[in-house]
């Protein structure tokens, strides 16, 4: 991953249900296509870094603006990212690094699912306020 974080331990059991939880409200509010409430889970100074095509937006403000540019594409297509193999991690000072794969699906109007892309992620994840925020994401996509 391209985050150079030094990982110093395992978090709880509670922990990673929270965590869990957090990316399942997460993905049904990007998959309902709702930028302005998708943006306010990252801080207030998040980024999301695409190294495929060389593209890191930073900034809420930014990744409203980028993301509202993109809905056009999703038009009369139904998105759903699926997540699996977490790997929560204490990173140290309050951050942690969760790892995962994603998947992600979409179903046209004649019912045609198809694959979008699978992908690694790696967010550190922060608490403000006593809410989980994404601090930074990058998303790998895979490649042979």
Not at 34 to 49: A, I, L, M, N
């Amino acid at each position: 991953m391209s985050q150079a974080t030094q990982v110093s331990g395992h978090v709880s059991a509670d922990l990673y249900v929270e965590v869990k939880n957090f990316y399942a409200r997460q993905m049904r509010i990007l998959d309902e296509l709702d930028v302005d409430r998708f943006t306010e889970t990252f801080t207030e100074d998040g980024s999301v870094e695409h190294p495929h095509r060389t593209e890191k937006v930073s900034g809420r403000t930014a990744m409203r603006a980028k993301m509202h540019s993109m809905l056009p594409q999703y038009q009369g297509l139904v998105t759903r990212h699926w997540f699996d193999h977490f790997l929560i991690e204490d990173a140290g000072e309050g951050v942690l690094r969760v790892t995962y794969y994603s998947l992600v699906t979409q179903t046209n109007t004649q019912d045609e699912v198809k694959f979008f892309s699978s992908s690694s992620v790696e967010d550190l994840m922060v608490r403000e306020n006593g809410e989980l925020k994404i601090r930074a994401r990058v998303i790998l996509r895979d490649k042979p």
